[in-house]
């Protein structure tokens, strides 16, 4: 068995088939890692071996949307699907895959040029309602104008706050449609939020409060605890 897998690698040289799929997985294996540089690197070198491999084309071509190099993961996903509808090995279903996959680099090349909403509340793509609920919260206190914060940056977390907490919004924005397509309602009731004042950020995210008139000590927000009221704690939902 070691006598015919060492004279087929002496037949094939370094330039091989072998040596191109060893190198595809090692590169796969270190995407899986997150060590994209590394990844790359054997990328590269498998696609030197085998130009019209699709797999190498498409690790290749996910390690750079990592990297967040789209324009160049675009072009490698349109390679793979023309390299995988030729090829023989290759299923529809990979072929439908891929085509999925470079949907998914050109929406993020079109993010990247606009708003990120996910980066503005800082949450990750996958996330919760309540995450997005938990994240806005957050923000919308650290930048309030009322607080000393930025408000371009607060009237940014509220539009994102608008789209992400509405499922339709939400998917329409993941999907790439162009933010004027959300039209004049895209911030919903919140046009005048980056005006409130705290006790009505309060009461219009949370519903009201049982005692609203403790309220007047917040300039240090410390005395948040006798906010609550009614299964809260410190005014805020478990």
Partial sequence: MNCICATEYKEEGKGGQI????????????FKL??????????DESLELSPHSFKALRTRARIYLNLQKYDAAIGDFKSAIKEASAEGSATDADVRALRGELKKAEV????????????????PKECTEAE???????????????????????????EAYAILSDSQKRH??????????????????MHGMPHMDLTELFTQF?????????????????GMGGMGGGGRRGGFPY
């Fill in 19 to 30: 040596r191109a799929t060893l190198l595809s997985n090692k590169a796969t294996a270190l």
């Fill in 108 to 123: 993020a090349l079109k993010r990247s040029k606009t708003k990120d909403y996910y980066k503005i509340l800082g949450v």
């Fill in 34 to 43: 997150n060590e994209n540089e590394k990844a790359l690197e054997a990328s």
């Fill in 132 to 158: 997005i609920k938990k994240a806005y919260r957050r923000e919308s206190l650290k930048h309030h104008p009322d607080k000393g914060g930025d408000e371009e940056q607060f009237k940014l977390v509220s």
């Fill in 206 to 222: 949370h519903g009201g409060f049982s005692g609203r008139g403790g309220m007047g000590g917040m300039g240090g927000m410390g």
């Fill in 172 to 189: 329409r924005y993941d999907m790439g449609e162009d933010e004027d397509g959300f039209g004049d309602d895209m911030m919903g009731g």
